[in-house]
């Protein structure tokens, strides 16, 4: 069983910043991993925001071009950068990781993954 522990997320106003990271650790084996978050708002589903599996990067259409996932290449740690940052973003984030994935996997669903984050939040306001 892997542990996913993260850290970042506050209180930023309508356009600022946050940085938020997740390690990886406990029994990861001989596993390159897969490693990403999704978020989640009172009363609603788990959403998917992005994941980095290897050098592919993917995002949901609500954070393209505003959010950036960087990593070490499958090892043990991701870092989201997230600029301009909306209303709409506020939420609770979860770190997840799966070991590297093929073409097809449905990487969009949160019961696709197994392992997760404590979650940490994230409040956009005025």
């Known amino acids: 069983q892997v542990q996913l522990v993260e850290s970042g997320g506050g209180l930023v106003q309508p356009g600022g910043s946050l940085t938020l990271s997740c390690a990886v650790s406990g029994r990861t084996g001989s596993y390159y991993w897969a490693v990403g978050w999704f978020r989640q708002t009172p009363g609603k589903e788990r959403e998917f925001v992005t994941i980095l599996n290897w050098n592919d990067r993917y995002y949901a259409d609500s954070v393209k071009g505003r959010f950036t996932i960087s990593g070490d290449n499958g090892k043990t740690m991701a870092t989201l950068q997230m600029n301009n940052l909306k209303p709409e973003d506020t939420a609770v984030y979860y770190c997840?990781?799966?070991?590297?994935?093929?073409?097809?996997?449905?990487?969009?669903?949160?019961?696709?993954?197994?392992?997760w984050g404590q979650g940490t939040q994230v409040t956009v306001s005025s």
């Open positions: 997840t990781a799966t070991p590297f994935f093929s073409p097809g996997y449905d990487y969009r669903r949160a019961t696709s993954y197994n392992s």
